[in-house]
């Protein structure tokens, strides 16, 4: 048996496992339409302000990286490139109270709203601004976080 079939097969099984023990409410997920992958919007998609931007900030794409070894062991499209919702050079500014946009990256927002909220320790600029990077290891988006 193909392993990466396994490996589908079996956390589609788990997945199918796990949805009957955890209420639907616990499974929201944003996600940029068109992606194959679920998304929730509506007043219930993000309860009590969670993933909210706490302060503004501007954000700007430094470097779209794309590992094709790791692809190709990893992934199940091997040949699936860069990541297809940025580029080099895009910005984007957020208000505070801003929540997750239809076509952005919901994990990258999730490190957008942490970096908003609290100062990092060591900062690699000055304390209003962070470099973050996107944690998809295979093809990852490195940024600059500025707080306004």
């Not at 909220?117 to 470099?131: A, G």
Request: neutral net charge; contains cysteine.
């Amino acid at each position: 048996m193909d392993r990466r079939y396994f490996c589908k097969i079996a956390s589609l099984a788990a997945g199918a496992i796990s949805l009957n023990a955890i209420p639907a409410s616990a499974l929201i997920t944003a996600a940029p339409s068109g992606s194959g992958q679920p998304s929730v919007s509506g007043p219930s998609a993000k309860p009590h302000g969670v993933n909210r931007i706490a302060t503004p900030c501007r954000v700007t794409v430094l470097r779209r990286e794309c590992h094709l070894d790791l692809q190709a062991l990893y992934l199940d499209d091997p040949d699936a490139g860069p990541c297809r919702l940025f580029k080099s050079g895009d910005e984007y500014t957020f208000a505070a109270g801003s929540i997750c946009p239809a076509d952005f990256c919901p994990r990258l927002w999730e490190l957008i709203c942490a970096a908003a909220v609290t100062d990092p320790c060591d900062p690699p600029l000055d304390h209003s601004t962070t470099l973050l990077a996107c944690p998809d290891g295979t093809r990852p988006v490195i940024i600059r976080v500025d707080r306004l």
